[in-house]
């Protein structure tokens, strides 16, 4: 299997459009030049008959499509346009579907084997990873981030972010970034163990590991367990390769100790805290964040549990005091809008290749993710999250069902 890295002028084009696919930011925070958008736009435009042509189960495609439009609109309609989250998300979803379909397309006909493309998302991924680790190092350099991308008017600002502790990179949230970096771990991990005989991919990817996992300590603690899920899933168990492990994370280690102030050192502190709570939860034990997350559980009473119309619960006058995605769905359009809501993630499971572990087992464990975690927050068709599962969805179906064999005009 050929995962590899090339340095040549069409592997960096390909490298930076899969790049802004995934984590293209919007410029300045104005939703209107958001780069991910814009480049599925320009993957579909690129072949849209073709991309069209192989799209499966296009009348299911358009159902699910049209029914989230439906929700949104029905959304700006019941809080009285005071909520358009819903709006944009509706628009991104199907447009993130056309654009994975159409940039597999593009790779094809570049003549890139499959398994370089999901390296370049796994290289993507650590990219923002590393912003996120430098976004800490380096107050100016945070500063440009935060005024490239316009993240400070959507965090939720709080001391550690004020701090610097906790960064985004070019993302626009703290909990679903941290499973973003997770999924890169994930990828990693899946092309360490694909590589065969490699040894130069194996230590790349060893690499990719231990800063997507470090960087979900700046971040969010839902990633930082993922990852250790996740490592502890694929099992690194060489000794040599644990050494090489090991060795890099004292070198972070050496770097926060040597070139941190007093004070960053003391708000970090803050997140090793944080973080403790990983190994309550594991035990069993019971934690601030579990005893918050029982009292998010709860539906609207009466008609409003089949109706809703309290909007996506974070406007200003539309507000649910839930962080739970199922809950927030809920009471904004109702246990029906919830099903209605869900068809497009039904239409990927129920579209994808068979063949689909063959391009990659990260696949469906995010498939997994996505629902499991949406218990926690709204994580159904999270901005990055999305833009890397379509990806890999387009994958699937250009490369695996065969419909573009020897195909290359277009």
């Known amino acids: 299997m050929s995962f590899t890295l090339n340095t040549n002028k069409s592997s960096i084009i390909t490298f930076v459009v899969v790049f802004l696919f995934i984590v293209g930011w919007r410029l300045l925070g104005v939703g209107i030049l958001d780069i991910s958008i814009i480049t599925s736009c ?6 849209p008959r073709t991309t069209w042509r192989v799209l499966p189960n296009k ?10 439009v439906i929700l949104a609109l029905y959304v700006v309609l019941t809080t009285q346009g005071l909520d358009l989250s819903l709006l944009t998300r509706s628009v991104r979803v199907p447009l993130g579907i056309l654009g994975g379909v159409g940039l597999a397309i593009w790779c094809l006909n570049r003549g890139l084997p499959k398994e370089t493309i999901l390296t370049y998302i796994a290289l993507a991924i650590t990219l923002n990873a590393i912003f996120v680790l430098l976004m800490f190092a380096l107050p100016s350099f945070r500063a440009i ?4 991308t316009g993240a400070l008017d959507t965090l939720n600002y709080t001391t550690t972010i004020a701090a610097g502790i906790r960064n985004p990179g070019l993302t626009y949230g703290l909990s679903q970034t941290s499973i973003f970096q997770a999924i890169g771990t994930l990828i990693s991990l899946h092309i360490f163990r694909a590589v065969g005989t490699n040894n130069k991919t194996k230590m790349l990817m060893l690499v990719f590991v231990v800063v997507n996992t470090i960087s979900c300590f700046f971040i969010g603690r839902a990633g930082l367990l993922l990852s250790i899920v996740f490592i502890a899933l694929y099992g690194v168990t060489n000794v040599k390769r644990l050494i090489v492990l090991a060795g890099l994370v004292i ?11 007093e004070l960053e050192k003391e708000e970090v502190k803050v997140q090793v805290e944080r973080a403790e709570e990983i190994i309550n939860v594991l ?12 009292d998010m559980f709860h539906l609207p009473e009466g ?8 909007g996506m ?3 200003e006058y539309f507000y649910t005091d839930s962080d739970v995605g199922y809950v927030r769905i809920i009471y904004a359009v109702g246990v029906l809008g919830l099903i209605l809501y869900m068809l497009n993630m039904a239409y990927v499971l129920l579209s994808v290749d068979k063949g689909v572990l063959k391009i990659s087992e990260p696949f469906l464990i995010i498939s997994v993710v996505f629902f499991v975690l949406n218990f926690k927050e709204l994580f159904f068709y999270s901005r ?17 069902n065969g419909r573009l064999k020897g195909e290359r005009e277009y």
């Open 303 to 310: 008609v409003s549990s089949i109706i809703g119309g309290y």
């Open 145 to 148: 981030i935060y005024n490239l």
């Open 384 to 400: 990055n999250i999305w833009q890397a599962y379509c990806v890999l969805f387009g994958l699937s179906v250009v490369y695996m």
């Open 251 to 261: 070198l972070v280690l050496f770097y926060y100790f040597s070139f941190t102030s």
């Open 59 to 68: 009348l299911v495609f358009l159902i699910s499509s049209m029914s989230f």
């Open 283 to 294: 035990q069993g034990e019971s934690t601030n964040t579990t005893e918050n997350m029982e």
């Open 313 to 315: 619960g974070r406007s």
């Open 42 to 47: 320009l993957m579909f435009i690129m072949n």
